[in-house]
């Protein structure tokens, strides 16, 4: 039996047994490479092939099935058909074996019979406790103590190289991905994991299983969902405390997965600005190309992360060729990452170390006199000490490829310098990236790999726990929609400023006295029409009590079904903007700042946080939308009160912990900023219960 104090951490990747069922005789099959793989590699445990039509495969012995084994194996990879892994891993359950790796799919990806399939396994580990990796999973590896329970072709491979990386994925193949891409950069990893459908195990919780492991120092993720952000989240967060970084890359960076919902927030904050917003929050730095993904972690190992409100970071550009070095600068300013030009002190250095009188820019050039090693080095002694860079980009041309002693190993030399350093090799120069793979410098491929992980690194930001909010369900809401008077009134319990409001019935033959002044703004009240505007439900700038009648009339005639009007003072102020709340399905509550009125979603100029919010983020989130930077005083225009747009954010964002009613969906749209010292006044509100 598995001994009972043996951690999850070591029944998945250092297991002192395993089992294979299903293994196949043919070690060209999918079926047959796990035994093959762990022989090859130096698996020291004992290894159980279970396959019930045969005594032998691959010239060991193999047993019929789990329950003929000598001893219950502490990890099961199951390698069978589909309908015979679920009964395998009942058996698994039955027998109390720790952990399962699942290969098979036809599962959730194959619809309602998949669902129903993966119902199953989930009642499996709620009834036996045991822990499922998959299905869909091309396995689990740990190089550093051999076990190599994988179907990944990429593993039959000789001299694979160890090292200090966690490397997990959705994607099955992509684990290979890594080992192969890595081992061509001199980059090694610590263990690999392909999680598959994560129907009991996802990464977070896996990842977090191996936070303590003295031999990672960090990870690389490849996310093609947020399913079970939670754990992700809470793993993240530990992996800060402990200064282990995450790299991740995440499929969907196009606008087709974007779920359009009932508010203008719905559509605005698409699948993948979420995922960004999510990623950022929890520290995980997030790369949008697959060499940055395998090339970046070095960086990201040296760059700390600034502290809240800190200056923004900075990087030096220096280059013996300049073209070269202007293909990393233009992606940079892509992704919004200006390079810093040196100070004259800097510059001034510069000369009396190296000689070379540089020409005051952004860009470093150091000319081809930099292909020697007593200028390079000079020049990175100076900028690695130099107080107005956090970081250091070396982009060396032809002498990498055949001199790396005059250009790369200076900078294999300055590895340990004050500040990071990053390398862009121009030429094909694959033994000198090995070389500054092996001393920890992050050398790149190609300029775009180059500045996505610089940029990554300069961005990322100190996690931030956040108050718990409810669960998630409120996502999937199919509730009622509140009319506008309802939204009022919650915004009220709230704490959102409203203009004054009174319903009126549509029927009404004399106009009653307003608890307000003309003009007016006359709308359909309904709670089945959350765009009032759309289908001529709304007049503006009404002078009098006949223009009241003449308004309800015209709206009555627009929409045969209303019942009531809401009747509102006019307001203007020094600005508008749109505030909303969404729970999404995979992240939970999100709180949005946009540009407001009808052109919102056209524009896409906003901010997202996860909810709920306090002020600093709400400051931060006013200071992202391009257009609130006129309300600020611009120019000498009027300012607006951002104050009071930043605690009306706040208390919005403050649905994420609100029970009753359960919110699945919230906007005000517009909020009328205020000149400063005045306030805000939200006069439309729309609200979608779950």
């Not at 929890?282 to 409100?309: H, N, Y």
């Not at 700042?593 to 002020?615: K, M, N, Q, T, V």
Request: aromatic residues 4%.
């Amino acid at each position: 039996m598995s001994n009972a104090n043996r951690t999850l951490a070591q029944y998945l990747f250092a297991p002192q047994s395993v089992a294979i069922v299903g293994q196949s005789n043919d070690a060209g099959k999918t079926a047959g490479r796990p035994l093959k793989y762990l022989r090859q590699a130096g698996y020291a445990g004992r290894i159980y092939p279970v396959n019930a039509r045969r005594d032998e495969v691959l010239g060991e012995r193999a047993w019929p099935s789990l329950k003929a084994l000598p001893e219950v194996p502490e990890h099961v990879y199951i390698v069978a058909p589909t309908e015979a892994t679920i009964e395998a891993i009942e058996e698994c359950g039955r027998l109390g074996v720790p952990v399962v790796t699942a290969l098979a799919n036809g599962f959730s990806e194959t619809g309602a019979e998949g669902n129903a399939r993966e119902a199953r396994l989930r009642e499996i580990v709620a009834r036996t406790g045991i822990r499922i990796v998959g299905p869909s999973s091309l396995g689990i590896v740990d190089m550093r103590h051999k076990s190599f329970l994988t179907a990944n072709a990429a593993f039959d491979e000789p001299d694979l190289p160890v090292g200090r990386i966690f490397a997990a994925s959705h994607s099955g193949g992509m684990i290979g991905t890594f080992l192969s891409r890595g081992k061509a950069r001199g980059i090694g990893f610590a263990s690999l994991v392909s999680v598959g459908n994560e129907v009991d195990l996802s990464i977070g919780e896996i990842c977090e299983a191996m936070l303590d492991d003295p031999g990672i120092d960090g990870y690389v993720l490849f996310l093609e969902s947020l399913r079970k952000a939670n754990a992700l989240r809470s793993f993240a967060l530990a992996a800060a405390k402990r200064g282990k970084p995450i790299l991740a890359y995440k499929l969907g960076r196009s606008d087709a997965g974007r779920e359009l919902a009932v508010s203008h927030t719905g559509a605005l904050a698409g699948e993948d600005d979420i995922a960004d917003v999510f990623l950022a929050e929890c520290g995980i730095a997030r790369v949008d190309t697959l060499e940055g993904l395998i090339e970046g972690f070095p960086l990201l190992a040296r760059m700390p992360r600034p502290e809240s409100g800190a200056r923004r970071m900075t990087a030096a550009v220096v280059t013996t060729t300049a073209g070269g070095a202007t293909m990393v600068v233009d992606p940079l300013a892509s992704r919004g990452i200006e390079v810093q030009r040196p100070s004259a002190d800097t510059l001034a250095r510069i000369k009396s170390k190296t000689g070379v009188d540089v020409t005051p820019a952004r860009l470093i050039d150091l000319t081809l006199a930099g292909a020697q090693y007593d200028v390079m080095k000079g020049a990175l002694d100076v900028l690695t000490s130099a107080p107005e860079f956090d970081l250091v980009v070396v982009v060396v041309g032809s002498s990498a490829r055949f001199y790396p002693d005059l250009a790369v190993k200076p900078i294999i030399d300055s590895a340990g310098a004050q500040k990071p350093i990053a390398a862009f090799l121009v030429p094909e120069a694959p033994e000198a990236l090995k070389q500054l793979a092996a001393a920890g410098v992050p050398g790149f491929h190609t300029p775009e790999a180059c500045a996505d992980v610089v940029a990554a690194a300069l961005k990322r930001r100190q996690p931030k726990a956040r108050a718990a909010a409810r669960t998630h369900s409120a996502a999937h809401g199919t509730g009622r929609m509140l009319d506008e008077i309802e939204a009022y009134a919650l915004l009220d319990r709230l704490g959102v400023p409203r203009a004054p409001s009174i319903a009126i019935d549509v029927n009404i033959t004399a106009p009653p006295a307003l608890p307000f002044a003309y003009p007016a703004a006359v709308k359909l009240l309904s709670a089945e029409i959350a765009h009032k505007s759309d289908v001529g439900g709304v007049i503006l700038n009404v002078r009098d009590g006949d223009g009241l009648l003449a308004a309800i009339k015209t709206i009555r005639g627009n929409v045969p079904k209303a019942a009531r009007v809401l009747v509102q003072p006019m307001a203007s102020g020094v600005g508008e903007v749109l505030i909303g709340y969404r729970v999404d399905a995979d992240v939970g509550p999100l709180v949005m700042l946009a540009a407001g009125g009808i052109l919102a979603e056209i524009h896409r100029d906003r901010a997202l946080r996860l909810a709920p919010i306090d002020l600093d983020d709400a400051r931060e989130m006013i200071g992202e939308v391009k257009a609130l930077k006129a309300l600020s005083g611009y120019r000498g225009r009027p300012a607006g009160d951002l104050d009071a747009l930043a605690r009306a954010l706040v208390a919005l964002s403050q649905l994420a912990i609100l029970d009753d009613p359960a919110v699945a969906e919230a906007e005000v749209n517009p909020l009328i900023v205020l000149p400063k010292g005045q306030g805000v006044l939200a006069v439309d509100a729309l609200v979608k219960l779950a």
